[in-house]
């Protein structure tokens, strides 16, 4: 798809987290269908999706066009000294974080313009400082997307044991 399409977005909250699960699992799987990684699997994602929702300020949006889901962005406020930018940012940023876990589009509607339509909503209206997320350093174009967008790369982690290696790319949101 090259343009972008006229989609709805809708948003949710932890009190919604139940009613949201099996659409978030399920627009994952389509989104990582041709993944092999372990990592990637419906189960593993299903458990990300039960602990960020799980968190207080837990925000996601969801795209639909024509009612189909096309994608969605979400994450929570990270805790003061749990930020994933901790260890690489001399000196230390003030101010709080908003953790962005997911922004992902379903192959269908990619390429459009919805990646960054679910971007900007999620994160439009934060009172936090700053924003961090994390690309998988195998994915060069995703990581110089984000760099378009105002991100700067600052280290790398692997989170989990069974994880990839990604880049830890931070955006000031409020100076």
């Given at each position: 798809?090259?343009?972008?399409?006229?989609?709805?977005?809708?948003?949710?909250?932890?009190?919604?987290?139940a009613d949201l699960r099996q659409l978030l699992i399920d627009v994952h799987a389509d989104a990582y269908a041709e993944s092999e990684l372990d990592f990637d699997s419906r189960e593993r994602?299903?458990?990300f999706v039960d602990h960020w929702s799980g968190l207080d300020g837990f925000v996601c949006v969801v795209g639909y066009d024509e009612g189909e889901p096309t994608g969605f962005a979400y994450g929570a406020p990270l805790a003061a000294g749990r930020e994933w930018w901790q260890g690489?940012?001399?000196?230390?940023?003030?101010?709080?974080?908003?953790?962005?876990?997911?922004?992902?589009?379903?192959?269908?509607?990619r390429k459009g313009g919805i990646a960054r339509q679910l971007h900007d909503s999620l994160l439009g209206s934060r009172p936090e400082e700053l924003a961090v997320l994390l690309v998988d350093r195998e994915?060069?174009?995703?990581?110089?997307?984000?760099?378009?967008?105002?991100?700067?790369?600052?280290?790398?982690?692997?989170?989990?044991?069974?994880?990839?290696t990604y880049a830890v790319m931070v955006r000031v949101l409020r100076p």
């Open positions: 798809m090259t343009t972008t399409p006229d989609i709805e977005l809708r948003f949710h909250g932890r009190e919604d987290a994602f299903a458990w690489h940012l001399e000196p230390v940023p003030q101010g709080r974080t908003f953790g962005l876990s997911e922004l992902l589009v379903r192959p269908k509607w994915h060069p174009k995703v990581q110089n997307l984000y760099e378009s967008w105002a991100y700067e790369k600052v280290g790398e982690q692997k989170p989990f044991d069974d994880s990839p």
